[in-house]
């Protein structure tokens, strides 16, 4: 028997718009999910959310619709530390997606060797308070260090205030780091002001990637990516542009689809790649962003 959804939630669009910015040959979608189907893959116990269904296959459908050519699936909270999802995704990819895995302290050898295997090149630790329990940091410590070598890096997920707390706990960590979101900053504060100077200057002086992905989730005044709207979500523009600009050879982009707990708004995905013209505004600086950097990360020694 299946779960009913959590009360409000929204689903992924079901049709999104055709692109005019398109895509350059060999862009990576390293930013999203798959949830369920949970027929198949039940949701975990301890989830604090319960979302539709968002396969494998219709992902797969929307990179090919948005001109994306490899994606990265990214564990989602509500399947917790079971990755079967996630790994089944990936294995049936034929080499075009990698993973990103949630693990247990106590996770083995044989069981990290097995999802290295299948393609998987990271963990994710969940810091966002309303998603997860608070995690102890050794247990996380003790993650990293198994992890370590394996070549793998640490996905971080945090909201901008709790940086001052946890900066010294990421900088001991003993892998590259990936920051989802642009560590989540208040858009509505100013872009030179100290908050995302501070962010800056710790990815500044670590391994640090960043990810300039989920403007939905950021906006304040947006305009949303809907009905056609090309220049969606401008009060977050000038931090993703400040991002790519210092960190050119580190950043990521992703859609983030199927767009987990949103409240106020489902983005069209075709729109939200035409926003991505206005994060990155020349051949190049794009080149890197969308192909160049996730290959680097996720597909060293492969070409696009």
């Known amino acids: 028997m299946t779960a009913p959804k959590t009360p409000g939630w929204l689903d992924w669009c079901p049709a999104p718009a055709t692109p005019d910015f398109r895509l350059p040959p060999g862009t990576v979608d390293a930013h999203c999910h798959v949830f369920g189907p949970q027929a198949r893959f039940p949701f975990a116990p301890e989830r604090k959310y319960t979302p539709c269904d968002a396969s494998r296959d219709q992902l797969f459908a929307l990179r090919d619709h948005l001109g994306v050519s490899r994606n990265v699936i990214v564990q989602a909270t509500c399947h917790g530390a079971d990755n079967s999802a996630m790994v089944d995704a990936v294995r049936a990819a034929g080499g075009r997606t990698r993973g990103v895995a949630t693990v247990r302290p ?5 069981e990290l060797r097995e999802l290295d295997a299948a393609g998987v090149r990271g963990v994710r630790f969940n810091f966002v308070k309303r998603l997860v329990d608070a995690a102890p940091h050794e247990a996380l410590r ?4 198994k992890i370590a070598p394996l070549g793998w890096h640490i996905v971080l997920y945090f909201e901008a205030a709790d940086l001052p707390e946890l900066e010294a706990f990421f900088g001991s960590l003993p892998t590259p780091l990936v920051i989802d979101h642009l ?3 208040d858009v509505t504060r100013p872009v030179d002001g100290p908050e995302f100077t ?3 200057g710790f990815a500044g002086s670590h391994d640090v990637w960043v990810k300039v992905s989920c403007p939905e989730r950021l906006t304040v005044t ?3 990516a809907l009905d056609g709207e090309r220049h969606a979500y401008t009060d977050v523009v000038p931090f993703a542009r400040r991002v790519v600009d210092e960190f050119p ?4 982009w992703g859609t983030d689809w199927p767009h987990p707990n949103l409240r106020h708004h489902m983005p069209d995905d075709g729109l939200l790649v035409d926003h991505v013209r206005h994060l990155a505004d020349t051949p190049e600086a794009r080149r890197k962003l969308l192909v160049d950097n996730p290959m680097r990360l996720y597909w060293p020694g492969e070409t696009a």
């Open 249 to 252: 050879d580190r950043v990521l």
């Open 142 to 145: 003790t993650i990293a260090k």
């Open 183 to 185: 560590g989540r900053p």
């Open 106 to 110: 106590d996770v083995g050898a044989a």
């Open 222 to 224: 947006g305009p949303p």
């Open 198 to 200: 501070r962010f800056l």
